[in-house]
């Protein structure tokens, strides 16, 4: 039986049939913990599955998952190590790369992150600037329409004022869509304005920190209507792309994209080389020094990264 994994939670999972509108909590068998690409050896939200069930429930499962559909793409974080990922969630129509212009703030280098993990994943996303209510002034900062430039939607929403969730609620209408950012920055709420019935826990920020707390602690998927989920997912501290090889983060870039194809070497880093159409770019303005240092630091994280493996 064909199922949508909609809810995961301490190694149970949640599984609908969608056309049927049942669901089963079922665990993984063995076999995953075998699997050859570790990326499958566990289900995550979004992800389609084929499940057994049993004739009686046994220790409080329906079933259990023996396989998992090939992705058509997943969103993946390196973990602190860097040397062990997690995939977040399967799957995904769009992401939507959530922050708050105040209480946490801004973190452009974060939303630098996700975006280069988009791009390199095929997963298209937009950027939400929420708690606009909260800003004094009437814009947020030049930044935003840098990412506007670049094909990225940028959506300005308040809960507090119901403005941009009309906008949300369009852009979400098919497919499975992921809120994901920082702890703190208001995903569940905004989720509860799209789907009342959600009900998801919201919190506070830490008013000495101005950091958020952690209200949800499982990945959980909310229908939003006919063939349309919203995720949601823990928020976190701090957000690493999964590591790749350093020639390939410039792919992740799009200015850097659709310019590099004048610098003098086709090889080129845009770090030290000769004649680098990049660093003319940034000297000239256009490509911004704000997205070229981004560019340089994951650039230097994944050298690191690769040059650890032999030590």
Not at 90 to 102: H, K, M, T
Not at 118 to 144: F, Q, S, T, Y
Not at 187 to 198: D, M, Y
């Amino acid at each position: 039986m064909k199922g949508l994994v909609t809810k995961t939670h301490n190694r149970f999972y949640e599984i609908t049939i969608v056309d049927r509108g049942q669901t089963y909590l079922c665990s993984p068998k063995g076999i995953f913990k075998r699997k050859e690409d570790p990326e499958y050896r566990l289900p995550v939200v979004g992800d389609e599955v084929t499940i057994e069930l049993l004739k009686r429930k046994q220790r409080g499962v329906d079933g259990y998952i023996v396989d998992i559909t090939p992705r058509r793409n997943s969103l993946t974080r390196a973990l602190t190590d860097k040397r062990r990922q997690r995939v977040m969630a399967a799957n995904l129509a769009q992401l939507f790369i959530v922050s708050a212009v105040v209480k946490p703030g801004l973190d452009w280098g974060f939303i630098d992150r996700y975006l280069l993990t988009c791009e390199l994943a095929g997963i298209p996303c937009a950027i939400v600037l929420n708690k606009i209510d909260l800003l004094e002034g009437d814009r947020v900062d030049a930044l935003p329409s840098i990412y506007r430039d670049l094909g990225y939607p940028v959506i300005e929403t308040s809960v507090k004022k119901n403005l941009g969730i009309d906008r949300l609620r369009d852009m979400t209408a098919h497919g499975i869509s992921l809120l994901s950012g920082a702890s703190g920055v208001g995903k569940s709420s905004l989720i509860n304005q799209l789907v009342p019935e959600a009900n998801l826990a919201t919190g506070e920020v830490d008013q000495k920190r101005g950091t958020g707390k952690h209200t949800t602690t499982y990945s959980a998927l909310v229908p939003l209507g006919d063939d349309a989920w919203l995720a949601d997912s823990p928020g976190l501290r701090d957000f690493a792309p999964p590591p790749v090889e350093p020639d390939q983060v410039r792919f992740g870039y799009r200015e850097i994209t659709e310019a590099q194809g004048h610098c003098r070497f086709s090889t080129c880093l845009h770090d030290s080389e000769p004649e680098c159409a990049i660093r003319e770019g940034v000297s000239q303005g256009i490509v911004t020094e704000h997205r070229y240092k981004s560019y340089l630091a994951v650039l230097d994280e994944m050298r690191e990264f690769h040059q650890s493996r032999f030590q």
